[in-house]
């Protein structure tokens, strides 16, 4: 089973700038692919970025040359670096993990309990 845990949530300004921190824990044999989610109230929850663990990565159009994911294989943590923040970025961010089981030939996935980002003047 794995944890995941996020911090850095807040309130800040249009243009300002925050940074998530997500950290996995327990028993795995490996974590491949590491991404953000967000959920707007109304909205389904949706992908924000993806890191593979060779550190390739994508971003959705949306927040492309403003928001930069990032990962440490070996804390197994990844962080989502986020500037240039717009009022439409407002909402509850989620980190996600898939996995490989240590008991059984099995892929899993896992979520945070989600930590929430507002923008607003």
């Known amino acids: 089973q794995v944890q995941l845990v996020e911090s850095g949530g807040g309130l800040v300004q249009p243009g300002g700038s925050l940074r998530l921190s997500c950290s996995a824990s327990g028993s795995f044999f490996s974590i491949n692919d590491m991404a953000w989610y967000r959920q707007a109230p109304g909205n389904q929850r949706e992908p924000v970025a993806t890191?593979?663990?060779?550190?390739?990565?994508n971003y959705a159009d949306s927040v492309k040359g403003r928001f930069t994911i990032s990962r440490d294989n070996a804390k197994n943590t990844v962080a989502l670096q986020m500037n240039s923040l717009k009022p439409e970025d407002t909402a509850v961010y989620y980190c996600n993990a898939g996995y490989r089981r240590l008991d059984v030939l099995r892929f899993d996935e896992a979520w945070g309990q989600g930590t929430q980002v507002t923008v607003s003047s």
């Open positions: 890191v593979s663990r060779a550190g390739l990565a």
